[in-house]
């Protein structure tokens, strides 16, 4: 039998689904492969005895950190609001930074990689973790490199992932890199889940963080420029449509909305290309054209920088069962229904 070892941390207040989901998707391997290949799975306390999540269940780990381990090919760090509690824990990073000495990979779900920060591991580390975590993590470890909007990011013998499902993408791609696509794939369809959605994919709308106060001035303008893609704009183009010069409008479109105006405005684009390409049957050429991109190349390029997947490996992935020739009938014109539609995704 093909056996792989892990070991998942447990603490007080972790992620219940942080454990769960990737302990289900790991079982159905040996399912799937009748018996042929399995993850032998220790839970492993950072306390003895029965260790309460935060939601509520509870679990009584086959370890704990003071207990002599097996050598583990992979270590799983669940997140949770109870990682503030424990995650510099001079017990905690000694444990992890042992077994980051002796296994093929250490991976941190959630804002679960702050234990492996205060371990060490994170130093001059790319990683990733929810959004809301991202400014507590900057200040915390400021050596670690933070690609704050990507489902998940593989460093070397480091994975780091975004919040609480993403625990499943992860477990999915580790499966690919022991078991194959094939296996990864049987896995995800089992679940009902994509076999793995891109790392890079945005964990939410690039439109969500850019909202101006309503009724600004600039809240209409970013209501044209949403209505208008398609249009070559320019700085100087959209401060004439205020009646700005284009300095007074860079200095003010930047402190509502905490980006540029073209910045803006090519997240706008990119946001639109992945609900073309979700829910409608349009070429690659017309998305671009309605979109505002020069090309389809210009439009991969974007896609490529932005969320390191081309458009129609993304229409594979993301794409509704239904298409039609139109934008799906969801109020997206707006910054507001933006933030709607992404907050459900």
């Given at each position: 039998m093909n056996?792989?070892k892990?070991?998942?941390v447990?603490?007080?207040?972790?992620?219940?689904l942080?454990?769960?989901?990737?302990?289900?998707?790991f079982?159905?391997?040996r399912v799937l492969?009748?018996?042929?290949?399995e993850?032998?799975?220790?839970t492993v306390?950072t306390?003895r005895g029965?260790?309460?999540?935060?939601?509520?269940?509870?679990?009584?780990p086959?370890?704990?950190?003071?207990d002599a381990?097996?050598?583990?090919d992979t270590?799983?760090?669940?997140?949770?609001?109870?990682?503030?509690e424990i995650?510099?824990?001079?017990?905690?990073?000694?444990?992890?930074h042992?077994?980051?000495r002796r296994a093929r990979?250490?991976?941190?779900?959630?804002?679960?990689?702050f234990?492996l920060?205060?371990?060490?591991?994170l130093?001059?580390?790319?990683?990733?973790?929810h959004?809301?975590?991202?400014?507590?993590l900057?200040?915390t470890?400021?050596?670690s490199?933070?690609?704050?909007d990507?489902i998940?990011?593989?460093?070397?013998g480091?994975?780091?992932t975004?919040?609480?499902?993403a625990?499943?993408?992860?477990a999915?791609?580790?499966i690919?890199?022991?078991?194959?696509r094939?296996m990864a794939?049987?896995?995800?369809?089992y679940l009902?889940?994509y076999?793995?959605?891109?790392g890079?994919?945005s964990q939410?709308?690039p439109l969500l963080?850019s909202?101006?106060?309503?009724?600004?001035?600039t809240?209409?303008?970013?209501?044209y420029?949403l209505?208008n893609l398609?249009?070559?704009?320019?700085v100087?183009?959209?401060?004439?449509r205020?009646?700005?010069?284009a300095?007074?409008?860079?200095?003010?479109?930047?402190k509502e909305?905490g980006?540029t105006?073209?910045?803006?405005l090519a997240?706008?684009?990119?946001?639109?290309?992945?609900?073309y390409?979700?829910?409608?049957?349009?070429?690659l050429?017309?998305i671009?054209?309605?979109?505002?991109?020069?090309?389809?190349d210009?439009?991969?390029?974007?896609f490529?920088?932005r969320l390191?997947?081309?458009?129609?490996?993304y229409?594979a992935?993301?794409?509704s069962?239904?298409t039609?020739?139109?934008?799906?009938?969801t109020p997206?014109n707006?910054?507001a229904a933006?933030?709607?539609?992404?907050?459900g995704r």
């Open positions: 056996r792989i892990v070991g998942m447990v603490f007080p207040g972790f992620q219940l942080d454990i769960a989901g990737p302990r289900d998707a079982a159905e391997v492969s009748q018996g042929e290949c993850y032998e799975i220790l306390g306390t029965a260790i309460q999540s935060s939601s509520g269940m509870t679990i009584v086959e370890r704990t950190i003071f381990c097996p050598d583990f270590v799983i760090v669940p997140g949770g609001l109870g990682i503030f995650f510099d824990d001079p017990a905690l990073s000694e444990w992890l042992a077994h980051y990979r250490v991976c941190a779900i959630c804002n679960g990689l234990a920060g205060s371990a060490g591991l130093d001059n580390r790319v990683v990733t973790t959004w809301m975590d991202v400014p507590r900057a200040a470890f400021p050596k490199r933070i690609e704050p990507h998940y990011v593989k460093d070397g480091i994975y780091t975004a919040g609480v499902t625990g499943i993408d992860l999915l791609a580790l690919e890199e022991d078991y194959g094939a794939l049987d896995v995800a369809k009902i889940v076999l793995r959605r891109a890079g994919q939410f709308s963080e909202q101006a106060a309503p009724h600004s001035q809240t209409s303008l970013q209501q420029i209505d398609q249009i070559d704009h320019t100087a183009s959209l401060a004439e205020v009646h700005m010069s300095r007074n409008l860079a200095r003010t479109f930047s909305c980006v105006p073209m910045m803006f997240n706008a684009r990119i946001d639109a290309a992945r609900r390409l979700e829910g409608t049957d349009l070429s050429r017309e671009a054209k309605r979109c505002g991109f020069e090309s389809t210009a439009l991969r390029r974007a490529a920088r390191q997947i081309n458009p129609a490996d229409r992935r993301f794409r069962e239904q039609t020739g139109l934008l799906p009938q997206t707006s910054v933006a933030k709607q539609v992404a907050r």
